[in-house]
C-alpha cells in the first residue's frame, strides 16, 4: 500500500466540532427536514450527530461502495436504496450526509436518486465539491484524510524528518 502524500488525522473531538460545525450551516435553512439519508458507511457518524442538533428523527441509509483499499477507488456499487418516503418528490426537503466528497463519484450516485434533496459532508476535495451544497473543510485532492474510526493510537513521525531533538 502506498501513502499518500499528504495525510490529514482527524481526531474524534475534531471530527464532532466539525460534524456539528456542519449542522450550524445547514441550521441557517428555513426548511424543515423530512429527514436525514447519510451515505454509508463514512455518513453514519456525523449523520448523528447533526441529526442530534438539528433534531431531525428519520435517518435513512443509502449503502453505496466505493474505497477498496486506501490507494484507488474501485467500480462504485449501489448495495442498498433509499426507501420510497425519502426518495419521493425528488427528495425535496432531505438533507444527505456523507463524511466526505473527494472525486465526486459518490454524490453522483446519490444525487441522481434525490435531485432535490440537500446534499451536506464534513470535509471536501475540490473534485468533489461541486456536488455538494454545504461543507465546512475543503482539502487538497492529493490530501488522504485518515478519520478517527480509521485509526489506533501510535506514534506519528514529524512532517520534517530532518529535527534536532
Known amino acids: 500500500m502506498s501513502l499518500p502524500e499528504k495525510a490529514f488525522p482527524v481526531s474524534w473531538d475534531q471530527f464532532h466540532r466539525?460534524?456539528?460545525?456542519?449542522?450550524?450551516?445547514?441550521?441557517?435553512?428555513e426548511k424543515q427536514w423530512r429527514?436525514?439519508?447519510?451515505?454509508?458507511?463514512?455518513?453514519?457518524?456525523?449523520?448523528?450527530i447533526v441529526a442530534r442538533e438539528l433534531n431531525?428523527?428519520?435517518?435513512?441509509?443509502?449503502?453505496?461502495?466505493?474505497?477498496?483499499?486506501?490507494?484507488?477507488?474501485?467500480?462504485m456499487t449501489?448495495?442498498?436504496?433509499?426507501?420510497?418516503?425519502?426518495?419521493?418528490?425528488d427528495g425535496e426537503n432531505v438533507l444527505i450526509v456523507d463524511d466526505l466528497t473527494d472525486t465526486g463519484k459518490t454524490a453522483e450516485i446519490v444525487r441522481a436518486?434525490?435531485?432535490k434533496a440537500h446534499?451536506?459532508?464534513v470535509y471536501a476535495k475540490p473534485k468533489g465539491r461541486p456536488m455538494v451544497d454545504t461543507f465546512v473543510t475543503?482539502?487538497?485532492?492529493?490530501?488522504?484524510?485518515?478519520?478517527?474510526?480509521?485509526?489506533?493510537?501510535?506514534?506519528?513521525?514529524?512532517?520534517?524528518?530532518?529535527?534536532?531533538?
Not at 466539525?18 to 435553512?29: H, T, V
Not at 449501489?78 to 418528490?89: G, H, M, P, R, T
Open 56 to 75: 431531525i428523527r428519520m435517518i435513512e441509509t443509502v449503502c453505496v461502495a466505493s474505497y477498496h483499499d486506501y490507494s484507488s477507488q474501485g467500480e
Open 78 to 89: 449501489v448495495l442498498k436504496q433509499i426507501n420510497a418516503e425519502l426518495s419521493s418528490d
Open 138 to 165: 475543503e482539502v487538497s485532492q492529493d490530501t488522504w484524510i485518515y478519520f478517527p474510526w480509521d485509526m489506533g493510537f501510535t506514534y506519528q513521525e514529524p512532517i520534517a524528518k530532518d529535527h534536532a531533538g
Open 18 to 29: 466539525d460534524a456539528r460545525a456542519l449542522a450550524w450551516r445547514i441550521s441557517g435553512s
Open 35 to 48: 429527514g436525514i439519508v447519510c451515505i454509508t458507511r463514512g455518513g453514519l457518524v456525523p449523520a448523528a
Open 113 to 115: 436518486m434525490l435531485p
Open 119 to 121: 446534499f451536506a459532508t
